[in-house]
């Protein structure tokens, strides 16, 4: 697979001397200490770390859910580390996905209006059957075109992680944050989420940003960078790229599919 890609290297993300504490009675918990990092449109990078590191700390300022105590983050050329609430939430909804490790999907809903329910906060002017086909055309491109009418609990962990994949994409983000979308799957099924993230990346271009504990999952992006005790320890692109479609293609198929 190819490097960070050539195109697009205005910096996206732009961050400097970041800095984030929770003040928890008597006691600061400093969970970001001065984080620089630059991120150019169009790269695939990963974050590893030990537990307690500030990696998601990190991924939620990115992700405009959180701010930061100090230093200063620039998206796309605007200064974003004082916004509040309201226009952290407007900006959110336009640029950015989130895919986390328990899919967080809502039960007794099923995929498509799972997939949809993003696009009713965005207010986009969207009809209902304007909603369904974009929400259909998201799971078709994730594999799950036959199961939209499905809830989560008739879903495996993988086919509803690709729900999640879909619902993060529904408002068209620039940036897909994802923090440990592989830690509750097999390692199969891993494989199959991260060919999705790398198509996404290298077709449509969309940034990836993901957390992950595994350092083989790490190799499928450009870029690692690894936090210790709230701080970038490194930051190095990754020489030998993993390829998740060729890796599955080269996977025995399953039973099932066999017999399906
Ligand atoms: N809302 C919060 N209130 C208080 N302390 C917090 C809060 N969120 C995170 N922390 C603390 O900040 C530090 C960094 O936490 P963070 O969740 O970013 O780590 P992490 O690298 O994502 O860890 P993990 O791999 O376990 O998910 C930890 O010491 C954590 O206890
Ligand atoms: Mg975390």
Redesign the pocket.
Known sequence: MTTEPASRREPLIQITGLRKS?V?GDVT?H?LRGVDVEIAGGTFVTVV??????????MNIVGLLDRPSGGQYFLEGEDVSGFDRDRRAVLRNRKIGFVFQNFNLLPRTSALENVELPLLYSGQPLSAAERDRKALGLLQAVGLGERAHHTPNQLSGGQQQRVAIARALVNDPEILLAD?PTGNLDSRTSVEIMEILQRLNGDKGITIIL?T?EHDIAEYGHRVIT?RD?RVVSDEPVDTRRDAAAEFAALPALEEEVSA
Do not use: C, Q
């Open positions: 929770y928890l918990v969970a770390g030990a537990s307690g590191s500030g990696k998601s700390t990190f440990e957390i504990h936090f709230g």
